[in-house]
């Protein structure tokens, strides 16, 4: 593929009608003016688009088919594809995994900005919406689906994974190979019920390292739902952070912007609030020694 196609945001439409019984693929860059177009067979020649499954190869997909005769109600949009992913030279949409999320991202349901997955927050994946397809890849959606449906928020499998037990006694363990699968905690929660008031923007040439890290992962549903001050805090105005602007969300990070919250570097902000620590007197009718010394029993003695 062209370097300049690969630079450019694409659109990509299935065909539903089969060209000599192949459906095919388009690939062309979004800007009108280009008159270079990839298509790329998808599917291998069958003797007819209705054949039964026993007439299809072994390797034609069953879920492919199924999901191929639902009805399109939109057009297939990629923000980037990216080749460097796949050696030896594969492309794309040479996955059967990344074929099944195409045709599901065409024909699945828009989930609403406010209550899309976190992977499709941090802007992972190659579709720029979060549609899912009921029925199909465990709940997940179709940008998870090219990777690792497991770290969907809509995902209803099995999350954890295999335990020393469950390993064959001959396989080599090897821990590292066992995905980084971290759940939203209470405060992430919270904070996607809230409205979302703008996109997030990273600064160019620079990516979150850890997105699945606690901190940040709030820090970018904070970016998305906050207030802009009327002045930043004094990191952003220094230039510091990975987002392009500072955005605090009001009742969070004690008062620290989004910003300064990726790392677990809220401390370090201008707003950042400290909390005063208040020490009260023991309870006077309380003896201290009856309640260590009845902690065991569960009981606790009060002085009359």
């Not at 969907?152 to 954890?160: E, K, L, T």
């Not at 009718?285 to 010394?293: A, C, E, R």
Request: include cysteine.
């Amino acid at each position: 593929m062209d370097r300049n196609m690969q630079d450019a945001e694409h659109i990509l439409e299935f065909s539903n009608t089969p060209h000599d019984g192949t459906p095919s693929l388009t690939l062309e860059p979004c800007n009108e003016a280009a008159s270079t177009s990839l298509t790329i067979g998808l599917l291998a020649n069958t003797a007819s688009s209705v054949a039964p499954d026993s007439a299809k190869p072994r390797y034609f997909p069953r879920t492919m088919s199924e999901i191929q005769n639902l009805l399109v109600v939109r057009p297939l949009e990629l923000r980037l594809v990216s080749n460097k992913c796949y050696p030896q030279g594969h492309k794309w949409w040479d996955r059967p995994a990344n074929k099944e999320a195409a045709l599901a991202y065409q024909r699945g349901e828009l989930q609403p900005v406010e209550f899309e997955c976190q992977e499709c927050e941090m802007q992972r994946g190659p579709f720029p919406k979060c549609v899912r397809l009921e029925g199909y890849f465990k709940g997940a959606c179709s940008n998870c689906k090219t990777y690792d449906i497991r770290k969907c928020n809509f995902y209803q499998g099995q999350r954890v994974p295999k335990t020393l037990l469950e390993v064959s006694p001959n396989q080599e363990l090897n821990t590292s190979r066992v995905p980084n699968i971290t759940h939203l905690t209470g405060i992430a929660k919270k904070m996607q019920k809230l409205p979302v008031v703008r996109t997030l923007a990273i600064k160019p040439g620079h990516k979150i390292q850890d997105p699945y890290r606690r901190s940040n992962r709030e820090a970018t549903l904070a970016y998305r739902r906050g207030a802009i001050p009327d002045v930043a805090c004094e990191g952003c105005q220094s230039g510091g952070g990975l987002l392009l602007e500072c955005v605090r969300l009001e009742g969070y990070f004690n008062g620290a912007c989004g910003n300064c919250r990726i790392d677990d570097g809220q401390a370090g902000c201008s707003f950042f609030e400290r909390l005063e620590l208040h020490y009260h007197d023991v309870n006077p009718t309380v003896d201290p020694f009856s309640v260590n010394k009845n902690l065991l029993s569960g009981q606790i003695i009060r002085l009359r």
